[in-house]
Nanobody
Framework: VQLQASGGGLVQAGASLRLSCAAS????????MGWFRQAPGKEREFVAT????????YYADSVKGRFTISRDKANNAVYLQMNSLKPEDTAVYYC???????????????WGQGTQVTVSS
């Protein structure tokens, strides 16, 4: 499985960004695809994940109501729409794949290269 994340950038607080993760390789029907983020000096943290087959979504409390994860089966892609961005959302964002539901990054098997999101105040 190969994952390619994109869409990061530098924005002001309150702005929006949409991250994309293009996936290739084995079928994903039973997998979950998630987004994690890691700020300097901090541990990688869960942001959101989606069950590829049925589209069920899960969010960290810190992003609930502001971020939306979605998937495009035709294009094997997952998106993270981020609205009302805050400076504390600044981090490198990674997409990842797991074979079962988890909020622990250590349970995700495949990772994209990360894309930087910087939110200025």
């Amino acid at each position: 499985v190969q994952l390619q994340a994109s869409g990061g950038g530098l924005v002001q607080a309150g702005a929006s960004l949409r991250l994309s993760c293009a996936a290739s390789g084995r079928p994903f029907s039973s997998y979950l695809m998630g987004w994690f983020r890691q700020a300097p000096g901090k541990e990688r943290e869960f942001v959101a994940t989606i069950r590829w087959g049925v589209g069920l979504t899960y969010y960290a409390d810190s992003v609930k109501g502001r971020f939306t994860i979605s998937r495009d089966k035709a294009n094997n892609a997952v998106y993270l729409q981020m609205n009302s961005l805050k400076p504390e959302d600044t981090a490198v964002y990674y997409c990842a794949v797991s074979s079962y539901y988890s909020r622990d990054y250590r349970n995700y098997m495949y990772w994209g290269q990360g894309t930087q999101v910087t939110v200025s105040s």
